[in-house]
């Protein structure tokens, strides 16, 4: 109540100020005036998330099937800079310390830390500036960077960001555009272990000028085709949305994954008794991204998401290598399968 009241006063001083300014200096269109009305323009455009949303303290659960929420998700850029607080600061903690074993059980320590910290120790958060308004974000540690504990790394976390989206909150996985080595020295990470991605999180904010280009560049709201990412019994026999038949939601839950660059590395073939995931090596493969394997976390993410699909329509089973699928080509290489209990 006390903020609605202070956000209406300070809406109605901020318009006089600005028909003041409009109004003096003999009429000529300045360029403060001109910044001046866009001010006000952005800050009643925002004004209904203002008044709710002082402080992140409280958030409406998201209504809707899993694969809606899925489909809907989209990375976040632009957080609003706020503390978690109350009984959602306590939700988020305890979802992130929650259940930390991925399908190839390694061990990974995942942690949320506040940037209100690293201010106090003098620290930027090292993202250079493609995400603004972060203040938390989880971060987690793998002691080797092996392919398996880079998929185990994607999967768990994955699976609490699909619990945060349904809480309202976004996310942002960044492999690329964040400084390890900062991040170790503030969270006093011994030089051998290795940090995979960290994830921002928090409430949105209208996407920044630079978002949005980032988004355009990557073509972020779009995805491949049925045909080109999912196939029965072999690859030479893709198959169409209209064909998938009860494996449509868990595919395109898959099919709706975040990944880096977008570039959706994942490549299923669906059997009788078992479903296999393959990742399909990407051409830049000299890039320094593809040399940390982030690639491999797209895998653990693409997993997470199917089998929260496969939950949806009833089909249990759990994760299984399947010694006889291994092949590491120069295209293809084999991750695991979902067997069919
Ligand atoms: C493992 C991983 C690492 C990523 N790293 C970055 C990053 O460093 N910077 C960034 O802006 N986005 C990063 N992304 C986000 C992707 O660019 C984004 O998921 C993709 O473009 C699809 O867009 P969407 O998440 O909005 O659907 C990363 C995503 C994944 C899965």
Request: charged share 25%; net charge positive; with cysteine.
């Amino acid at each position: 109540m006390t903020n609605k009241f202070f956000y209406f006063q300070a809406a109605f001083i901020k318009i006089l100020i600005g028909i003041a300014v409009l109004l003096t200096t003999n009429n000529k269109v300045t360029s403060k005036k001109i910044i001046e009305i866009f001010d006000i323009f952005f800050f009643l455009r925002n004004l209904p998330s203002n008044l709710n949303n002082e402080h992140i303290t409280f958030q409406l659960p998201r209504m809707g099937t899993m694969l809606e929420l899925i489909k809907q998700r989209r990375s976040t850029r632009t957080f609003e800079n706020a503390p978690l607080l109350g009984k959602l600061c306590h939700d988020v903690h305890s979802i992130v310390h929650s259940d930390n074993t991925g399908p190839f059980k390694t061990p990974i320590k995942v942690k949320l830390i506040d940037r209100q910290e690293y201010i106090k120790q003098n620290r930027n958060m090292g993202t250079y500036g493609f995400v603004k308004g972060i203040r938390s974000c989880i971060v987690g540690v793998l002691d080797e960077r092996s392919t398996n504990g880079m998929v185990d790394y994607g999967y768990i976390i994955q699976k609490k960001i699909v619990k945060l989206l349904q809480m309202d909150l976004g996310t942002c996985w960044m492999g690329g555009s964040f400084n390890r080595n900062e991040f170790k020295d503030a969270l006093n990470i011994p030089s051998n272990k290795f940090i995979p991605a960290i994830i921002p999180i928090g409430k949105a904010r209208p996407k920044s000028l630079i978002e949005r280009a980032l988004c355009s560049l990557v073509k972020a709201k779009t995805r491949k085709p049925f045909e080109e990412l999912f196939f029965k019994d072999s690859f030479d026999q893709p198959i169409k949305d209209t064909q998938a038949g009860e494996w449509y939601t868990p595919l395109e839950m898959v099919r709706w994954a975040p990944s880096v660059d977008n570039c959706q590395p994942w490549r299923i073939v669906i059997e009788n008794n078992a479903v296999h995931f393959y990742m399909k090596k990407q051409l830049s493969l000299e890039s320094s991204l593809v040399h940390i394997n982030l690639h491999a976390i797209d895998m653990g993410i693409a997993m997470a998401h199917f089998e929260l699909g496969c939950k949806e329509i009833n089909k249990f089973g759990d994760w299984k290598v399947f010694e006889e699928k291994k092949v590491n080509s120069d295209q293809i290489k084999y991750i695991n399968s979902w067997k069919f209990f």
